[in-house]
Nanobody, 126 residues
């Protein structure tokens, strides 16, 4: 079982940027497709972005396309989410997730993932 730890969250003004990191331990991330999700208070956990095990395929929620970029460095066992042009509606706890997969497929549903981090808070002020 892979363990995931997110970092990089914080408070930022609208229009600003943050880069989230998801560091893995216990297993190599080369065996996993990865995803980022977010959950605002009182709402369901929503898909944000996903990347295939080798990084060749990515997918984004419509609400973040053109603003967020998911990437991975398998040598560092880390996945990133670069968030630019942040909006107050991006405020949420952000979670990374891992699914064992060596295909070029990305996954956008919470039920697809077997391992989750504890989350990192992102707050965007207006």
């Amino acid at each position: 079982q892979v363990q995931l730890i997110e970092s990089g969250g914080g408070l930022v003004q609208a229009g600003g940027s943050l880069r989230l990191s998801c560091a893995a331990s216990g297993r190599t991330l080369r065996d996993y497709a990865m995803g980022w999700f977010r959950q605002a208070p009182g709402k369901e956990r929503d898909f944000v972005a996903a990347i295939s095990w080798g990084g060749g395929s990515t997918d984004y929620a419509d609400s973040v396309k053109g603003r967020f970029t998911i990437s991975r460095d398998n040598a560092k066992n880390t996945v990133y989410l670069q968030m630019n042009s942040l909006k107050p509606e991006d405020t949420a706890v952000y979670y990374c997730a891992a699914k064992i997969s060596r295909s070029a497929v990305t996954y956008s549903t919470t039920s697809a993932y077997g391992s989750w981090g504890q989350g990192t808070q992102v707050t965007v002020s207006s």
